[in-house]
Protein backbone atom coordinates (compact mmCIF):
# COMPACT_ATOMS: atom_id res chain seq x y z
CA UNK A 1 0.00 0.00 0.00
CA UNK A 2 1.13 3.58 -0.08
CA UNK A 3 2.92 5.27 2.71
CA UNK A 4 4.39 8.69 2.54
CA UNK A 5 6.74 9.03 6.20
CA UNK A 6 7.87 12.11 6.92
CA UNK A 7 10.30 13.74 9.39
CA UNK A 8 13.09 16.13 9.99
CA UNK A 9 10.54 19.15 11.89
CA UNK A 10 11.10 20.29 14.97
CA UNK A 11 11.94 23.79 16.86
CA UNK A 12 14.40 26.45 14.71
CA UNK A 13 14.57 29.91 15.65
CA UNK A 14 13.67 32.61 12.75
CA UNK A 15 16.69 32.82 10.39
CA UNK A 16 17.63 29.06 10.83
CA UNK A 17 17.17 25.97 8.55
CA UNK A 18 15.75 22.98 8.35
CA UNK A 19 15.60 19.71 6.19
CA UNK A 20 12.43 17.74 5.66
CA UNK A 21 12.32 14.04 4.17
CA UNK A 22 9.26 12.37 3.22
CA UNK A 23 10.22 8.42 2.42
CA UNK A 24 7.83 6.95 0.09
CA UNK A 25 6.76 2.97 -0.26
CA UNK A 26 4.44 0.82 -2.21
CA UNK A 27 4.49 2.59 -5.91
CA UNK A 28 6.62 4.07 -8.40
CA UNK A 29 7.82 6.77 -7.10
CA UNK A 30 9.71 7.99 -9.99
CA UNK A 31 6.42 7.81 -12.07
CA UNK A 32 4.90 10.85 -9.86
CA UNK A 33 4.91 14.52 -9.16
CA UNK A 34 5.12 15.21 -5.87
CA UNK A 35 4.41 18.13 -3.70
CA UNK A 36 4.82 19.61 -0.23
CA UNK A 37 1.77 21.45 1.32
CA UNK A 38 1.47 23.00 4.69
CA UNK A 39 -0.98 23.88 7.40
CA UNK A 40 -0.16 26.28 10.44
CA UNK A 41 -1.91 25.30 13.44
CA UNK A 42 -6.02 25.99 13.61
CA UNK A 43 -5.56 27.27 9.90
CA UNK A 44 -6.01 25.92 6.41
CA UNK A 45 -4.30 24.04 3.85
CA UNK A 46 -1.67 25.92 1.94
CA UNK A 47 0.31 24.29 -1.11
CA UNK A 48 4.02 24.92 -0.70
CA UNK A 49 6.30 23.06 -3.95
CA UNK A 50 6.17 20.97 -6.53
CA UNK A 51 8.34 18.41 -8.71
CA UNK A 52 7.88 16.66 -11.11
CA UNK A 53 8.66 13.30 -11.50
CA UNK A 54 12.50 13.72 -13.07
CA UNK A 55 13.01 16.79 -11.01
CA UNK A 56 13.22 18.57 -14.78
CA UNK A 57 10.37 21.16 -13.19
CA UNK A 58 9.96 22.92 -9.77
CA UNK A 59 7.50 25.21 -8.49
CA UNK A 60 7.00 27.25 -5.33
CA UNK A 61 4.33 29.29 -3.49
CA UNK A 62 5.02 33.23 -3.46
CA UNK A 63 5.69 33.16 0.50
CA UNK A 64 8.21 30.68 -0.01
CA UNK A 65 9.68 31.18 -3.00
CA UNK A 66 13.85 32.20 -2.94
CA UNK A 67 14.00 30.33 0.64
CA UNK A 68 12.41 26.94 0.17
CA UNK A 69 14.15 24.04 -2.04
CA UNK A 70 12.56 20.81 -3.27
CA UNK A 71 14.32 18.05 -4.28
CA UNK A 72 13.97 14.15 -4.53
CA UNK A 73 16.44 11.51 -4.69
CA UNK A 74 14.66 8.58 -7.41
CA UNK A 75 16.65 5.76 -6.25
CA UNK A 76 16.54 6.54 -2.20
CA UNK A 77 12.34 7.14 -2.86
CA UNK A 78 12.74 10.11 -0.83
CA UNK A 79 11.32 14.05 -1.64
CA UNK A 80 13.42 16.88 0.41
CA UNK A 81 12.29 20.30 1.18
CA UNK A 82 15.15 22.25 2.44
CA UNK A 83 13.99 25.36 4.24
CA UNK A 84 15.92 28.52 4.75
CA UNK A 85 15.84 31.66 6.02
CA UNK A 86 12.82 30.84 8.65
CA UNK A 87 10.24 32.76 9.92
CA UNK A 88 7.62 32.13 12.51
CA UNK A 89 5.07 32.44 9.81
CA UNK A 90 6.35 29.54 8.71
CA UNK A 91 4.79 27.27 11.92
CA UNK A 92 2.89 24.74 10.07
CA UNK A 93 2.79 20.71 9.88
CA UNK A 94 3.81 20.43 6.45
CA UNK A 95 2.40 17.43 4.43
CA UNK A 96 4.47 15.03 1.35
CA UNK A 97 1.79 14.21 -0.90
CA UNK A 98 1.81 12.28 -4.22
CA UNK A 99 0.30 14.28 -7.07
CA UNK A 100 -2.33 13.79 -9.94
CA UNK A 101 -2.32 15.14 -13.72
CA UNK A 102 1.26 16.78 -12.73
CA UNK A 103 0.16 17.86 -8.93
CA UNK A 104 -3.31 19.53 -10.07
CA UNK A 105 -4.51 17.13 -7.09
CA UNK A 106 -3.79 14.52 -4.76
CA UNK A 107 -4.52 11.32 -3.79
CA UNK A 108 -2.23 10.58 -0.93
CA UNK A 109 -1.11 12.38 1.82
CA UNK A 110 1.64 11.76 4.90
CA UNK A 111 0.82 12.05 8.46
CA UNK A 112 2.83 15.09 8.18
CA UNK A 113 5.77 16.88 10.83
CA UNK A 114 5.77 19.85 12.35
CA UNK A 115 8.19 23.07 12.38
CA UNK A 116 7.63 25.39 14.40
CA UNK A 117 9.78 28.66 14.54
CA UNK A 118 10.44 30.28 17.31
CA UNK A 119 12.84 32.30 19.23
CA UNK B 1 -2.80 33.34 -4.87
CA UNK B 2 -5.78 33.87 -3.42
CA UNK B 3 -7.49 31.38 -1.82
CA UNK B 4 -11.14 29.85 -2.86
CA UNK B 5 -14.26 30.82 -0.61
CA UNK B 6 -15.37 28.38 1.38
CA UNK B 7 -18.26 28.73 4.27
CA UNK B 8 -16.75 28.98 7.92
CA UNK B 9 -19.12 26.11 8.50
CA UNK B 10 -21.94 23.85 7.81
CA UNK B 11 -24.09 21.59 9.87
CA UNK B 12 -27.10 19.03 9.33
CA UNK B 13 -28.32 16.20 11.15
CA UNK B 14 -28.10 12.49 10.35
CA UNK B 15 -29.51 11.59 7.18
CA UNK B 16 -30.13 14.97 6.35
CA UNK B 17 -27.91 16.38 2.94
CA UNK B 18 -25.34 19.20 2.88
CA UNK B 19 -23.89 21.29 0.51
CA UNK B 20 -20.79 22.89 0.68
CA UNK B 21 -19.41 25.56 -2.03
CA UNK B 22 -16.04 26.71 -3.35
CA UNK B 23 -15.96 30.05 -4.56
CA UNK B 24 -13.33 30.70 -6.88
CA UNK B 25 -12.72 32.67 -10.04
CA UNK B 26 -12.07 32.22 -13.62
CA UNK B 27 -8.66 32.22 -13.68
CA UNK B 28 -9.11 29.03 -11.71
CA UNK B 29 -12.22 27.04 -10.89
CA UNK B 30 -13.95 28.44 -14.03
CA UNK B 31 -11.27 27.62 -16.08
CA UNK B 32 -10.51 23.68 -15.40
CA UNK B 33 -11.80 20.69 -14.11
CA UNK B 34 -9.51 19.96 -12.04
CA UNK B 35 -11.19 20.68 -8.36
CA UNK B 36 -10.40 18.18 -6.00
CA UNK B 37 -12.57 18.04 -2.11
CA UNK B 38 -10.36 16.89 1.16
CA UNK B 39 -11.79 15.51 4.32
CA UNK B 40 -9.39 15.88 7.43
CA UNK B 41 -10.57 14.80 11.00
CA UNK B 42 -8.58 16.19 13.79
CA UNK B 43 -5.10 15.66 14.17
CA UNK B 44 -5.18 13.38 11.29
CA UNK B 45 -4.12 13.83 7.50
CA UNK B 46 -6.42 15.40 4.36
CA UNK B 47 -7.75 12.47 2.31
CA UNK B 48 -9.16 12.17 -0.86
CA UNK B 49 -12.66 13.04 -1.53
CA UNK B 50 -13.39 14.08 -5.28
CA UNK B 51 -11.27 14.94 -7.91
CA UNK B 52 -11.52 16.50 -11.05
CA UNK B 53 -14.94 18.29 -10.06
CA UNK B 54 -17.11 15.10 -10.11
CA UNK B 55 -14.69 11.93 -9.89
CA UNK B 56 -14.77 9.12 -6.43
CA UNK B 57 -11.62 7.95 -6.09
CA UNK B 58 -11.77 4.14 -5.25
CA UNK B 59 -13.40 3.40 -1.75
CA UNK B 60 -15.09 6.83 -0.93
CA UNK B 61 -18.81 6.59 -0.24
CA UNK B 62 -21.30 7.68 -3.15
CA UNK B 63 -22.75 9.67 -0.55
CA UNK B 64 -19.98 12.28 -1.90
CA UNK B 65 -20.66 13.96 -5.10
CA UNK B 66 -19.07 17.07 -6.59
CA UNK B 67 -20.16 19.48 -9.26
CA UNK B 68 -19.21 22.37 -10.52
CA UNK B 69 -21.19 25.84 -12.40
CA UNK B 70 -19.22 28.69 -13.62
CA UNK B 71 -16.11 29.64 -10.53
CA UNK B 72 -18.22 28.09 -8.03
CA UNK B 73 -17.66 24.12 -7.24
CA UNK B 74 -19.96 22.10 -4.72
CA UNK B 75 -19.37 19.54 -2.77
CA UNK B 76 -22.97 17.52 -1.86
CA UNK B 77 -22.84 14.68 1.44
CA UNK B 78 -26.45 12.74 1.38
CA UNK B 79 -27.58 10.71 3.81
CA UNK B 80 -24.94 12.53 6.85
CA UNK B 81 -23.33 10.26 9.29
CA UNK B 82 -21.54 11.07 12.57
CA UNK B 83 -18.61 9.84 11.11
CA UNK B 84 -18.74 12.61 7.87
CA UNK B 85 -17.69 15.12 10.95
CA UNK B 86 -14.60 16.73 9.79
CA UNK B 87 -13.50 19.19 8.11
CA UNK B 88 -13.68 19.94 3.93
CA UNK B 89 -11.24 21.64 1.86
CA UNK B 90 -11.53 22.50 -1.67
CA UNK B 91 -8.46 22.90 -4.24
CA UNK B 92 -8.31 24.20 -7.83
CA UNK B 93 -5.62 24.13 -10.26
CA UNK B 94 -4.47 27.75 -11.19
CA UNK B 95 -2.48 27.92 -13.92
CA UNK B 96 1.26 26.60 -14.61
CA UNK B 97 2.82 29.47 -12.22
CA UNK B 98 0.15 29.70 -9.31
CA UNK B 99 -0.12 25.74 -9.42
CA UNK B 100 -3.05 24.88 -7.23
CA UNK B 101 -5.05 26.70 -4.69
CA UNK B 102 -6.62 25.91 -1.61
CA UNK B 103 -10.20 27.01 0.10
CA UNK B 104 -9.95 28.22 3.75
CA UNK B 105 -11.80 24.98 5.12
CA UNK B 106 -15.44 23.96 5.92
CA UNK B 107 -16.24 22.43 9.39
CA UNK B 108 -18.83 20.38 8.94
CA UNK B 109 -20.95 19.74 12.23
CA UNK B 110 -23.42 16.48 12.10
CA UNK B 111 -25.91 17.68 14.93
Known amino acids: QVQLVESGGGLVKPGGSLRLSCAAS????????MSWIRQAPGKGLEWVSY????????NYADSVKGRFTISRDNAKNSLYLQMNSLRAEDTAVYYC????????????WGQGTLVTVSS | QSALTQPASVSGSPGQSITISCTGT?????????VSWYQQHPGKAPKLMIY???KRPSGVSNRFSGSKSGNTASLTISGLQAEDEADYYC???????????FGGGTKLTVL
Open chain 2, 52 to 54: EVN
Open chain 1, 51 to 58: ISSSSSYT
Open chain 2, 91 to 101: CSYAGSSTSVV
Open chain 2, 26 to 34: SSDVGSYNL
Open chain 1, 26 to 33: GFTFNDYY
Open chain 1, 97 to 108: ARGQYSSSWFDY
